[in-house]
């Protein structure tokens, strides 16, 4: 499986923006896909995740309410919808695919990455 993310920006706080993340190759509908993100100086942390059949998801205390995580399994993409975006949402976003089974927050147990979106919001 690879992946493309794409979709990030500079934001003003209290803007949006919709990452997405394109898949290629096969059977994208059994892999459970999460969101990572990292800051400068700061470590990858889990922001979402999303399970092989859209109906689970897992979110990081600090985005949930304001980030929604879905797919298409069609399009072999999914999503990272983030409202009310706040200055310290600004990084690096990646998204990773695991094969599917239970949904995962940590980073070392995803098989594959996108190469990453910069997301920027300002104050």
């Known amino acids: 499986v690879q992946l493309q993310a794409s979709g990030g920006g500079l934001v003003e706080a209290g803007g949006s923006l919709r990452l997405s993340c394109a898949a290629s190759?096969?059977?994208?509908?059994?892999?459970?896909m999460g969101w990572f993100r990292q800051a400068p100086g700061k470590e990858r942390e889990f922001v979402a995740a999303?399970?092989?059949?859209?109906?689970?998801?897992e979110y990081t205390d600090s985005v949930k309410g304001r980030f929604t995580i879905s797919r298409d399994n069609a399009k072999k993409t999914v999503y990272l919808q983030m409202n009310n975006l706040k200055p310290e949402d600004t990084a690096v976003y990646y998204c990773?695919?695991?094969?599917?089974?239970?949904?995962?927050?940590?980073?070392?147990?995803?098989?594959?990455w996108g190469q990453g979106t910069q997301v920027t919001v300002s104050s």
């Open positions: 990773a695919a695991a094969l599917g089974g239970r949904l995962r927050v940590s980073d070392s147990e995803y098989d594959y």
């Open positions: 999303n399970s092989w059949s859209g109906i689970s998801t």
């Open positions: 190759g096969r059977a994208f509908s059994l892999y459970d």
